[in-house]
């Protein structure tokens, strides 16, 4: 069973920081990419920023110079460190992780249930 624990949400002020984590935890025979993605009130989920086993990245536009992604793939765990925020950045942040399961033939998408971040004044 796959479990994608995420924590680091909450409120912050516009320029502030916040540190997002997600662990993902289960039987897993290799973990391809990790990313978050982001959905905000009357938008679709948005692509934040991904990163590959070999520690390629890939960021959308809007959180480039700002936002920084990593992981530990001994801990099969995806960080986002997030400064300079704004207030568009308010959205629930989604885990997301492209993993192939032991004695499983392929590889399937798993999603975190999300956490919130607000950035307000």
């Known amino acids: 069973q796959v479990q994608l624990v995420e924590s680091g949400g909450g409120l912050v002020q516009p320029g502030g920081s916040l540190r997002l984590s997600c662990a993902a935890s289960g039987s897993w025979h290799s973990i391809n990419t990790m990313g978050w993605y982001r959905q905000a009130p009357g938008n679709q989920r948005e692509l934040v920023a991904t990163i590959t086993s070999g520690s390629a990245t890939n960021y959308a536009d809007s959180v480039k110079g700002r936002f920084t992604i990593s992981r530990d793939n001994a801990k099969n765990t995806v960080h986002l460190q997030m400064n300079s925020l704004k207030p568009d950045d308010t959205a629930v942040y989604y885990c997301?992780?492209?993993?192939?399961?032991?004695?499983?033939?392929?590889?399937?998408?798993?999603w975190g249930q999300g956490t919130q971040v607000t950035v307000s004044s």
């Open positions: 997301n992780v492209d993993g192939r399961l032991l004695y499983r033939p392929t590889y399937k998408t798993y």
